[in-house]
């Protein structure tokens, strides 16, 4: 699937990259944790389980060698997957709160249970960082794939706070966004 000369390694994220995800996240967790738990909600929240091979291929072929990383948020969600790039690589993490897709029936039962969905768990979607002159090309890509119909930008790599992600608040502010520690919903898979 990814060609020769291509590296998705974490290490490979450069300030000034963009940072995507290929749809709204934490569906998987907060359908599985209903299901298990026996919560109903006034609307059903479906997995977002996904083969993803054909979606990434597209992807791959628009950006290349342009896309640095890629990197599938299932165990600690987005929060832990960037955290982890961020550290591997030495650089900041950036997100836009208002730019990452969040269902609304997911982003209720969040609220309702206490949990922020950027640890939630996801299944069929990924996070593609890609050189910023490629990022018009990747997202046009995934959005041809009716996984990634709901792709978005949702941030940027940057020099500032290495090793840290931070997110920009509707309102303006910024907060830490850290690695999970202990497990916010029990283990899925």
Do not use: W
């Not at 569906?27 to 929240?45: D, K, M, Y």
């Not at 046009?140 to 706070?161: I, K, M, N, T, Y």
């Amino acid at each position: 699937m990814v060609r020769p000369g291509v590296a998705i390694d974490p290490r490979r994220a450069r300030p000034g990259d963009v940072v995507i995800a290929s749809g709204p996240i934490g569906n998987h967790g907060i359908a599985i944790l209903s299901l298990r738990e026996g919560l109903q909600f006034t609307t059903q929240v479906v997995s977002d389980s996904a083969p993803l091979h054909r979606m990434v291929v597209g992807a791959l072929n628009a950006g290349g060698e342009d896309i640095h990383v890629l990197r599938d948020p299932t165990r600690g969600g987005v929060a832990s997957a960037l955290n982890e790039i961020a550290a591997q690589a030495g650089v900041g993490i950036r997100l836009d709160e208002a730019s990452v897709p969040i269902d609304e029936e997911v982003a209720a039962a969040c609220e309702i249970l206490g949990f922020d969905p950027l640890y939630v768990a996801n299944e069929g979607k990924c996070l593609v960082i890609v050189a910023p002159g490629a990022a018009d090309a990747v997202l046009q890509a995934l959005r041809s794939d009716p996984l990634g119909r709901l792709a978005a930008r949702v941030g940027e790599v940057v020099e500032d706070h290495p090793g840290r992600v931070v997110m920009r608040s509707r309102v303006g502010g910024e907060r830490v966004v850290d690695m999970i520690s202990g497990e916010q919903l029990p283990r899925i898979c």
